[in-house]
């Protein structure tokens, strides 16, 4: 009789006994996707969206990376050397030990992902290990502890994290491009111009990735002196983008960091070969300002060897009509003559990526 009920109702006992272990087989583990940053043209958001994601024990979360600057998810502190970044192709964690997907340069067209599986209940926290305040959690939990996410409630948090910090930044840029750029006069003749890489400020949100204002015209003989009053790292960099990468001294993807200012005597440029700053910012060894004097009329693009893959571009006409710079904050897209000088520095990005343990460890 009672063997007779078990095969009758073999359904309702399995149902029975998932109903008495949630989370041990009560419903198919699911993966939720999560972004790890996003942006658009001059613009960077540093966060992930959403920052916290409710799954249930056997879950997988999967992080994609929708725009280029470059994220990692780690989780644990790193024992000993960083740069070796454990992972795997498809890691689980359970609250011990470090883990991480390494630094992934993403972008719109990217389908890199990084998945970790969570068996366990708990609340795990992760983070970017190029952008400390960019931090995550996953919360796992059992269905009486609170609802577990499914990705449309995910998407939807998500999408309101990136439309607040497109804002925030937009707004950033706005007040940014809208400060009048200082003209004063120099000793000897000709104006100095004070334009601006980046944000009047850091921002929480992430970084924006322009300059200001995004076009200049100045006359023959007059210097521009560019000032960043952001802690992400910049350059200004003249000249074609292969031959400025061409001077990163030997070593992993953090090299890019010792870039070395490589400017003509004097400070004055006419437009042959290439002028570029050090790299740029607060607490950077070599500062926040850059200073060159133009000497020849014509129309100088220049970017930022770091982020020009982010649009991070501006233009600069010498000799040209008379006039303060303009102001504005629409970043300029593939500027005159760029045509291929954006596949350059995609291709020394993705080589840098190979790397990218060591730059990590550096950022920290
Ligand atoms: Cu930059």
Not at 352 to 362: I, N, P, R
């Amino acid at each position: 009789m009672f063997r007779k009920l078990l095969f009758v109702f073999p359904a309702l006992v399995l149902g029975i006994a998932a109903l008495a272990a949630p989370g041990s087989g009560a419903q198919a583990a699911t993966t939720i996707t999560v972004k790890a940053g996003d942006g658009a043209p001059g613009y960077a958001v540093n966060l992930f969206a959403p920052g916290a994601v409710y799954v249930q024990p056997g879950d997988t979360v999967k992080w994609a990376f929708p725009w280029q600057e470059p994220h990692s998810v780690t989780f644990g502190i790193p024992a000993g050397d960083p740069s070796v970044l454990v992972g795997g192709a498809n890691p689980s964690y359970e609250g011990t030990g470090f883990i991480s997907s390494g630094l992934v340069f993403g972008g719109a067209s990217s389908t890199e992902t990084y998945s970790v599986t969570f068996p366990k209940k708990g609340t795990y926290a992760y983070f970017c290990i190029l952008h400390p305040a960019m931090t995550g959690s996953v919360v796992v939990q059992t269905p009486d502890l609170g609802q577990p996410d499914n990705q449309a409630s995910v998407d939807a948090r998500g999408n309101a994290v990136i439309t607040s910090a497109m804002s925030e930044l937009k707004a950033l840029a706005a007040a940014s491009g809208a400060r009048e750029a200082s003209v004063t006069p120099k000793a000897g003749g000709g104006r100095k111009f004070t334009l601006m890489i980046s944000s009047l400020r850091d921002s929480g949100a992430g970084d924006v990735q322009q300059f200001f204002p995004a076009t200049a015209s100045i006359a023959v003989n007059d210097s521009v002196e560019w000032v960043s009053n952001v802690h992400t790292p910049h350059t200004v960099s003249f000249g074609n983008p292969g031959d400025v990468a061409k001077l990163i001294p030997p070593g992993g993807g953090e090299a890019i960091l010792n870039l070395p200012q490589s400017i003509p005597a004097g400070g004055r440029y006419d437009g042959t070969g290439i002028a570029t700053s050090a790299v740029l910012g607060i607490g950077f060894p070599a500062g926040t300002k850059f200073e060159l004097t133009f000497t020849k009329a014509g129309t100088y693009n220049y970017f930022c060897l770091l982020h020009a893959d982010q649009q991070m571009v501006a233009k600069l006409t010498v000799g040209g009509a008379p006039g303060a710079p303009n102001t504005g904050t629409t970043p300029l897209v593939s500027p005159d003559g760029a045509t291929g000088l954006w596949v350059i520095i995609g291709a020394m990005m993705l080589a840098a990526a190979s790397t990218a343990g060591a730059f990590a460890a550096s950022r920290r």
